[in-house]
């Protein structure tokens, strides 16, 4: 088996807290501040958010909320998963090169990991807005392992969706599920059933890494 050169984290629900970040922190954020949208229409215009087709400025100018400063300020709201930055360290330590793949807007993406410090150990971000495609749109993962210079069996993925996991695999990359509370909010029996190593905390995501190679599941059938 090729040699474990590259570990793609995904964002949200796994560096950050919160998997389901329109439930848990846009859709409360806009309701505090009065949007009157409905869930769908807020939904529909972050979609266009993250596959970059309307600005985040147009988005809370549509939203109702056009002040400045509305990206800093939601960006606050963001909450980095427990023992991230320490798990990063270990991995960069390994020789390993970090990068992360996200359904996100550029400018969201770079104040919340700036915030947190994540830009000394993760050097490339690749956001969907930026690549207009999002999860599970295998073209984003393509783009990802090419600018890294790595083939999928060079790879490790990461993610709390099991249908985000399944383009990877796909493509031959490794892949580890990493249990966020959207994951257990939203189980997909048909998708768990995919062999892929399945973890909840940041050390056992690093001992999982370091399991080479990483070991399926256990089939639940």
Known sequence: MPQLKVIV??????LYRFGDVQGRVLI????????RWTEPEIRAA????????????????????????????????????EGALEALAELAGDGLELACLSND?????????RRFGLEGY??????????????????????ALSALGASPEEAVFVDD??????????LGMRTILFRSDDTDAHPEPSA?????????????LVA??????????????
């Open 9 to 14: 984290f995904d964002a949200m629900g796994v």
């Open 192 to 204: 768990e059933r995919d062999p892929h190593h399945s973890v909840r905390t940041m050390p056992e």
């Open 208 to 221: 999982a890494i370091r399991e080479r190679p990483i070991r399926p599941c256990p089939d639940p059938s």
């Open 46 to 81: 972050y979609r266009s958010a993250t596959l970059g087709r309307i600005t985040t400025d147009q988005f809370w100018a549509a939203a109702g909320l056009p002040e400045e400063g509305r990206d800093a300020d939601y960006c606050q709201r963001h909450q980095l998963t």
């Open 28 to 35: 409360p954020y806009l309701r505090a501040h009065g949007c």
């Open 122 to 143: 993760i050097r490339q971000w690749f956001i969907s807005s930026d690549l207009q495609a999002r999860k599970p749109d295998v073209a984003a993962y393509g783009v």
């Open 105 to 113: 807007t550029v400018v969201w993406s770079a104040l919340v990991r």
């Open 161 to 170: 969706r099991p249908v985000n996991l399944a383009p990877a695999r796909s």
